[in-house]
């Protein structure tokens, strides 16, 4: 991993501003640092990280889950399948927090407690599947998702949070991180991200960063980039 900081005042910073004119925190303040305080105020202790610091602690990842259910019975001897689908659909909403599409389950599953089946489907256009579990023999099942996923606003709320922990004074940032269009992040394990952190008064003020997630949707801060 590359061990970086913000770039020294007089580097250029993207959008054509050199780093210190001005910052986060007001004119003529260091890029990272709001304006000096009133003569005399003393701001609440704030642990300092450093820009670079390991995995963010707190990234909400939506892992695994069981939804019960009931399939209809296509004569006595196998599910329906239109209904499975439709079951696993509706689970879905449940289970990732987000519609899936596309989703199709085989047909001729034949009924027999215990026994399982897998469904696949897509969110946003990322493949994943769901483990289907026959509970008896009348059609109740339990529905489980086989893949990890990571909202990807949580993955932003997080930055945001190492960013803020890194500067010298208190500082309010805010992060997008360009995925794909992608709202949630599917088995991110390895992904990396290009995010843009940027001053909450003044989006201008800002600086990229480069993000990987680990296999728990765990965000580590890569390194800054020039632009």
């Known amino acids: 991993m590359t061990r970086s900081t913000f770039p020294p005042a007089g580097t250029q910073q993207p959008y054509g501003q050199p780093y210190g004119q001005p910052g986060f925190g007001g004119p003529g303040a260091p890029f990272g640092q709001p304006a000096p305080p009133p003569f005399g105020y003393q701001y609440p202790p704030r642990k300092k990280t450093g820009l670079v ?13 069981l939804v019960v259910g009931a399939i209809l019975l ?31 389950c085989p047909a001729d599953v034949e ?7 897998r469904c696949t489907a897509a969110l946003e256009g990322q493949p994943i599947t769901f483990t289907v579990t026959q509970k008896d023999e009348k059609g109740n099942v339990g529905i489980s998702a086989d893949n990890t996923f990571v909202p990807l606003p949580a993955v932003e709320e997080d930055v945001s949070s190492q960013v803020e922990a890194s500067a010298d004074e208190p500082v309010d940032v805010t992060t997008t991180c360009a995925a794909d269009g992608h709202t949630v992040l599917v088995d991110p394990a390895g992904t990396e991200l290009t995010c843009t952190v940027a001053a909450a008064d003044d989006s201008s003020r800002s600086v990229q960063v480069r993000v990987s997630l680990g296999e728990d949707g765990s965000a580590t801060l890569e390194e800054v980039l020039d632009s």
């Not at 610091?53 to 889950?65: D, E, F, P, T």
């Open 53 to 65: 610091v390991g995995s963010i602690v707190g990234a909400v990842v939506l892992v695994g889950g």
């Open 111 to 117: 009924v027999r407690a215990g026994s399982t089946f």
């Open 74 to 104: 296509f004569g006595t001897k196998t599910l329906d399948k239109g209904d499975a689908e439709r079951q696993v659909s509706a689970a879905a909403g449940q289970l990732v927090g987000a519609p899936a599409e596309d989703v199709s």
